[in-house]
């Protein structure tokens, strides 16, 4: 019941409290003849509590109050049941120790997530980085081989210009057919370092079962037996200390009198199968030649 801001209670246990608020969460009282002083302030958890015995500070948690100033006014309720004074302060000692192991581990375990996490981005960006390092050293060494391909192909050239004036006079009369057919025998028979004519009986019977069949190819390879004493003669006015060199030297001046056009292209691909059908593989020799015949049409260096 309230009259004039004053609360009257009258309760069996405690008999009649007269009770008024003063300020916001304090109030005062009067109780079986005897004065109480009680107030309450904070927001959230900790409130700090007046009362004619002093100023006390406590917090709620899920398990109940505890009073940081006197731990025997703390009160907990555990499974329904109720419980005030030491046990209560006892039970909030062990809540505090499971919730400071829980936060501990909840910690560690973030802790070891982040580091990982850390771990992995520094992982991706040292693979990153070195990726672009490699691609970067790659694309310098394939920079750095194909200036020295330029360089190696163009002191060829000029090299190759070197022959004999006689020789180019004669060399500069033949068709394609016949440049072909050279580069036919200087590869597949010099290259393998012979010279006897009496291999082109035995490349006759293979061309006739041959899978290539295109018409520049049989052209060629029907020239075989007038250009084949032609360049075994050359070799007579070659030096003999320089004999690689010198068929080197002619096979770079008939390549690079050859169509850059990708017929040309096809016709050296079906020799480089007719000579692995035929040889079992190429000599060293051979490879080289190849390869020199390839980077005049103008593959693998840069024009």
Known sequence: MQAAGINLTVNSSHGV???KGVLKGTQVALQHGKFRLRGRYGDGPTKVNLSKSGVTVSTRNQLGSFNWIKPNRSSAKLFGVQVRGKKAAQLHLLYAIFFLVYQALGFLVNTVVLVLKLLLLFAQQLYYRINSL????????AERQQVRRCRALNAALQDANNLPPTTIADLQTWELAQQQAAIIWIIGAWGQAQSDLSLLTSWQTAAATSKLTESAWQHA???????????NALTQQFDPQLLR??????????ADRLPKIQASLDWILDLDEWLIDNQGGRSALQTAMYDRLMACLGVGVAS
């Open 221 to 231: 390879f029907s020239r075989l037996e007038q250009i084949a004493p032609q360049l």
């Open 17 to 19: 409290r007269l009770s």
């Open 245 to 254: 060199h010198e068929e080197m030297r002619l096979l770079t001046w008939l």
């Open 134 to 141: 490699l691609t970067w050293a790659r694309a310098r060494s």
